[in-house]
Every structure is written in C-alpha cells, then in structure tokens.
C-alpha cells in the first residue's frame, strides 16, 4: 500500500471505524498536522479524546470516538482561502450553516473556519468535520 496523505489516511481510519460503530481507532503514522486536526474535532466535541503513542518511529495516535461524526475529510489540493471567501466555501461543502467545520492552516496556527473569520484572516483549506 502506497501512503499518498498522512492526513487523508487518519481522517479515513476515523471515518470508517465510526461507521463500524467502533469506540476507538488506532492512526499510524502521526504528524503534527494530523494532532492539530484532532484538537480542533476534540475541541468541538466530535471525539472525546486521544493518545499519542511514541513507538520511537512514525508514532501511533489512538482517537476514542463518541460516535457524532458523520464525515471527514481532506480537501487536496488545499486552496487558498480569505476572510471573505470563507463563508461560500463552507456553505458549499458543508450540509447546513450550523453543522460541521472546515480545518483552515492560516499565519496563526490550524483552525477552524469559524475562529478564522472571528480573527479575519484566511488561509489554506486542508479539511472538513460535520
């Protein structure tokens, strides 16, 4: 198996355990991207938690689901988003106005799109959550 996107790979293995009805999933390998992502969905109650496990190699993230997401994924490429560009893009992938969140790397740090249009800066779009 040839790995294309650490991210796509992680934000799938959630996806799929969840449809499963599975109460954690085990994410290999780890990246600073793919914990960022997961702090924002912890962050907004999406999973409940999850572990970082150093195996001394690429490492081992175990997520504990609570069984609200719907779907996950990455937008590749990730384009470039501003502030008022937000807003049409999240209706457009998204299914309503006050469901799900699209994960944004701007100058500040990876965020939500919510946080970003309350901050007023764009970015790159890397992924959704709903």
Known sequence: MVLISVLN???????????RGKRQVLIRPSSKVVIKFLQVMMKHGYIQEFEIVDDHRAGKIVVFLNGRINKCGVISPRFDVSNKQIESLSSYILPSRQFGYLVLTTS???????????????????????
Not at 108 to 130: L, N, P
């Open 9 to 19: 790979n992680a934000l799938n293995s959630i996806c799929n355990a969840e449809k």
């Open 108 to 130: 500040a740090g990876i965020m939500d799109h919510e946080e970003a249009k309350h901050k007023g800066i764009g970015g790159k779009i890397i992924g959704f959550f709903y």
